[in-house]
């Protein structure tokens, strides 16, 4: 079976053909991708900004710190490399934890340490990151709306797919 560049596989493992999807919803929900990855990178920038300038002393909360900064930025490239559900949804997950180990941190503490809103940069990677879950969750939900609203049409797995160009 031919998988030519014109389809990609629907959310039930479906055959959907690219060109069938409304490309206005294709370019924004690329585009909402790209913001999103963008908001995980800022994020990792601050992270990796506050691991530089104090946090890398804190015992396990500065080795997070890192952790959280390098791996923001690969997921960042990820997203916005591949503008796909699967790697959007896990900058979602990435996203929440941060935020909850924010919240965790300040409210009981984490690993020792108790930080707070009023510390540097708290409320900036707060706001970044719940901006972040936002933006990323309108474009999987769009990516799902796409590729759904082709699902009358759609070309199933065990029917053969036409070349782009041919009949």
């Known amino acids: 079976m031919d ?3 014109s389809v990609t596989w629907g959310i039930a493992g479906e055959v959907v053909r690219r060109r069938d999807r409304p490309i206005a ?8 991708m790209v913001a999103g990855a963008a908001l995980i990178a800022w994020s990792a920038a601050i992270h990796l900004d506050l691991w530089h300038s104090s946090y890398r002393s804190i015992p396990t909360i500065g ?3 890192l952790f959280q900064s390098i791996a923001g930025f690969v997921l960042a490239a990820v997203v916005a490399g591949t503008r796909r559900l699967v790697p959007a949804l896990a900058g979602i997950a990435f996203l929440a934890s941060t935020v909850a ?3 965790l941190s300040i409210n009981v503490g984490l690993f ?3 930080d707070s809103l ?4 708290a409320r900036l990677a707060l706001t970044v990151e719940l901006a972040g879950i936002v933006v990323l969750s309108a474009a999987c939900l769009a990516r799902i709306v796409s590729v759904r609203r082709v699902s009358a049409g759609v070309v199933t797995a065990s029917a053969p797919i036409e070349r782009q160009g041919t009949k």
Not at 25 to 32: H, K, M, Q, R, V
Request: cysteine-free; overall charge positive; charged content about 10%.
């Open 118 to 121: 009023g510390a540097a940069f």
């Open 3 to 5: 998988h030519s560049s």
């Open 112 to 114: 020792g340490f108790k």
């Open 101 to 103: 180990g924010l919240v």
């Open 25 to 32: 919803l294709t370019a924004a929900t690329n585009a909402a």
């Open 63 to 65: 080795r997070l710190f």
